[in-house]
């Protein structure tokens, strides 16, 4: 069985600061891992999604993350953070081959501190 | 339109009431998916409909929760008799679902918040 480990259900960072949000999955097979974000009332947007191509990913507004399969891991990193980048993020692991069912991980809330 | 949406986005419901949530997909998709964000925990999934399949209802936590798709596109999630433990958003997702895609982005709608008195 698939699942998804997010490690701090809240995380704190001071604006500039190094943005790291932690993700271990455990699949049976070769997984697609996804993060998404969600700020306030809205929905989740994608941020960035591995499929078994390069293991760093580049996603959208600065943040990246790399496929570590040794170590499970699927942790998301931003060099510098912004005030926008207060949300809550979301890991999730699909079985891959456009499987549609993701398991989402419980969910990291980051706050920017100026 | 351009993203998912749903309606309402706010519901408050007594216990033992039926409610209905609508979710209209991004036009020319083929999936939709419905999952339930509760206080604390993360997304879980509930419903998968794809094109004229029979739906995937495995994720359904109870016989007080259906849900149809009409023509394809637009999507309805009924909660029978309410409970308060069925307090929370209710997400909708839809994607392509195109064939030999290896990846399918599932993009989500901002949620109906569900209240149960």
């Known amino acids: 069985a698939q699942s998804v480990t997010q490690l701090g259900s809240h995380v704190s960072v001071s604006e500039g600061a190094l943005v790291l949000l932690r993700c271990n999955y455990s699949s049976s097979v070769p997984p697609y891992l996804f993060w998404y974000v969600q700020y306030p009332n809205q929905g989740l947007q994608l941020l960035l999604k591995y499929t078994s191509a390069a293991t760093l990913v580049k996603g959208i507004n600065g943040f990246e993350a790399e496929f570590k399969k040794s170590e499970t891991s699927f942790h998301l990193t931003k060099p510098s953070a912004h005030m926008s980048d207060a949300a809550e993020y979301f890991c999730?692991?699909?079985?891959?081959?456009?499987?549609?069912?993701?398991?989402f991980g419980t969910g990291t809330r980051l706050k920017v501190l100026a | 339109g351009a993203g998912v949406s749903q309606s309402p986005s706010n519901k408050v419901t007594e216990k033992g009431k039926d409610v209905e949530l609508r979710c209209d997909p991004i036009s020319g998709h083929t999936a939709l998916y419905w999952y339930r964000q509760s206080l604390g925990q993360g997304l879980e999934f509930l419903i998968y409909f794809q094109g004229n399949s029979a739906p995937d209802k495995s994720g359904l936590p109870s016989d007080r929760f259906s849900a149809e798709r009409t023509g394809g596109s637009v999507s309805t999630l009924t909660i029978q008799r309410t409970q308060q433990e069925d307090s929370a958003v209710y997400l909708c997702?839809?994607?392509?679902?195109?064939?030999?895609?290896?990846?399918?982005?599932?993009?989500f709608g901002p949620g109906t918040r569900l209240t149960v008195l």
């Open positions: 999730a692991v699909s079985r891959g081959r456009g499987t549609y069912k993701y398991i």
């Open positions: 997702a839809s994607s392509l679902r195109l064939a030999g895609d290896r990846t399918d982005t599932q993009y």
